[in-house]
């Protein structure tokens, strides 16, 4: 499965509403959980994109529904770049 393909849907769904806060939060650990269904547990690459999504996130909302948001988008481009690789890669081997 490529990451384009994965449905976030299921982080979103779980999201909670409690005691009054204004924002929703996940019910769990959601760095281990993204990492995981990703696919990318004790991946370094993962834990950077989690991470990043954490600072980018920092600048505005720095909510959790933020994070998976920004997690899903970063995980794309870091599929973009790998399939990118790869072309070029093939492209070098064939001349």
């Known amino acids: 499965m490529s990451y384009t393909e994965i449905d976030w849907q ?7 509403y409690r005691n009054g806060d204004r924002l929703p939060v996940y019910p769990g650990n959601l ?8 696919g990318l547990t004790g ?5 950077m994109v989690y991470q990043l999504a954490v600072e980018i996130s920092r600048l505005t909302t720095c ?6 948001y920004w997690f899903s988008r970063l995980i794309r481009l870091t599929t973009a770049s790998s399939a ?3 072309r070029q890669t093939l492209m070098i081997r064939n001349i």
């Open 43 to 47: 991946d370094a690459q993962g834990e």
């Open 63 to 68: 909510c959790e529904p933020e994070i998976i």
């Open 10 to 16: 299921p982080f979103l769904d779980r999201l909670q």
């Open 31 to 38: 760095k281990a959980d993204l990492l995981a269904y990703s």
């Open 84 to 86: 990118e690789v790869d």
